[in-house]
Nanobody
C-alpha cells in the first residue's frame, strides 16, 4: 500500500504563487508517471500536469506557462509550482502516482483558493 501526502495548499490573491508538494509514504518505490489533477467547485476533475520518471512534463493548456511540475525520483516526491494564479485555478488539487503492477494511487487532496 502506498500513501501520498500533499501539502502547500492555501489562500492566495490573484497573481500570486503557491507551491504544492506530494510525497509517497515509501521510499525506493518504483513509480512511473506522477502528477496532479484538480476539481473546482461545481466542475469535473481535470488534468493539470504530469511528469515521467525521465522528467518529461505535460501540462493542461489552461496552466501552460504558469505552472511547473518537478519530481525527485530518489525521494518519490512531486511538486507543482503555481505562478500567476487566477480565480479559476481555485480547486482541490490531488496528486497521483502510477506504480507498475499495482495501479494508481491518489493523495487526499489539498485546497487552493485564489481570491480576486
Amino acid at each position: 500500500q502506498v500513501q501520498l501526502v500533499e501539502s502547500g495548499g492555501g489562500l492566495v490573491q490573484a497573481g500570486g504563487s503557491l507551491r504544492l508538494s506530494c510525497a509517497a509514504s515509501r521510499s525506493g518505490l518504483s513509480i512511473n508517471s506522477m502528477g496532479w489533477y484538480r476539481q473546482g467547485p461545481g466542475k469535473e476533475r481535470e488534468f493539470v500536469a504530469s511528469i515521467t520518471t525521465g522528467g518529461i512534463p505535460d501540462y493542461a493548456n489552461a496552466v501552460k506557462g504558469r505552472f511547473t511540475i518537478s519530481r525527485d525520483n530518489a525521494k518519490n516526491t512531486v511538486e507543482l509550482q503555481m505562478n500567476s494564479l487566477k480565480s479559476e485555478d481555485t480547486a482541490v488539487y490531488s496528486c497521483y502516482a502510477a506504480v507498475p503492477r499495482a495501479g494508481v494511487y491518489w493523495g487526499q487532496g489539498t485546497q487552493v483558493t485564489v481570491s480576486s
